[in-house]
């Protein structure tokens, strides 16, 4: 058995090497998720302000409509769902959980994906998403995410081919594992306020005011799903790098006890050849 304490002491370095590279991607998970938890309230806040800012718009316009688009659906518009997952692997299972609640989905909804890994899985499963983009690697990307995502639906808006659309991401909670989230997008209810006995000062009617503010909510509303993605993503990772790195001390511990008893038993065996020789010479 002596002549296995190579090949233990060379996949022990392996082992080794293999969760210096986990303790990286760990804290790099780590990083990541605190930065999109904290640049969440960000973009919530920013959400809400742009809510308020339309609610008082829709109460200058006397027929302004409760939702909008206000038209329905026609011969050539259909239902989309807009998957968020995540761009890159070693996340367990997260990704897989996301794109079997993707395809859930009516077969006539189409399944628009804002990462990579999420598209692949879709193409493996047999149900291709007909529109991908890449998904944020890291928080600063987060606004050009959203912003690809608003110009193909704008696109598809003003081409009549867009029904429904509805958002599905990943949510983490204080330390809980992310899960599935689905949100409606639009239609879009647009929000009213309260009359105010002085109303606030516009420099365009207020049509061309709503018009310009529900695209701005429409975009906030996809950044912060994105952001929410983004941290969900990283909580799933680190939650994984945490389980390898707990298997690879486990397996760490089993290959230090294996080589120090193939050196024992090395050592044993050199003492007997060399008693039995000093017996044999004398």
């Known amino acids: 058995m002596t002549d296995r304490l190579p090949e233990v002491e060379a996949r022990r370095a392996s082992v080794q090497e293999l969760g ?6 760990r804290s790099l998970a780590a990083m990541r998720l605190q930065q999109a938890l904290a640049a969440l309230a960000g973009t919530r806040a920013y959400a809400g302000v742009v809510a308020g800012a339309l609610a008082q718009a829709v109460s200058l316009q006397d027929d302004a409509p409760a939702r909008w688009p206000q038209n329905g659906h026609g011969g050539g518009q259909a239902d989309v769902l807009l998957l968020f997952a995540p761009e890159h692997g070693f996340v367990g299972a997260f990704a897989e959980r996301l794109v079997d609640a993707a395809l859930a989905a009516p077969p006539g909804c189409l399944l628009w994906v804002a990462g990579q890994r999420g598209a ?3 193409e493996e499963r047999g149900r291709p998403p007909v529109w991908t983009t890449a998904m944020a690697t890291h928080t600063d990307a987060v606004t050009a995410t959203a912003l690809r995502i608003a110009e193909a639906l704008y696109g598809a808006a003003a081409q009549g081919r867009l029904g429904r659309v509805e958002l599905l991401y990943g949510r983490t909670g204080a330390g809980a594992p992310p899960e599935p989230v689905r949100r409606p997008l639009l239609p879009l209810d647009l929000p009213r ?6 109303p606030p000062l516009t420099n365009m009617p207020p049509r061309d005011l709503i018009a310009r503010l529900v695209d701005e909510y429409v975009f906030a509303l996809l950044a912060d799903a994105a952001m929410e993605s983004f941290a969900a993503e990283n909580a799933a990772r680190l939650s994984t790098m945490m389980t390898a790195r707990h298997n690879i001390e486990a397996t760490l511990d089993e290959l230090t006890a294996t080589a120090r008893h193939l050196r024992q038993e090395q050592v044993t065996t050199e003492l007997i050849e060399l008693v039995s020789g000093a017996e044999a010479m004398g």
Do not use: F, G, I
Request: hydrophobic fraction near 55%; aromatic fraction near 0%; charged fraction near 15%.
């Open 193 to 198: 306020a309260r009359p105010h006995p002085l």
């Open 20 to 25: 210096s590279v986990t303790d990286v991607m």
């Open 120 to 122: 692949a899985l879709l």
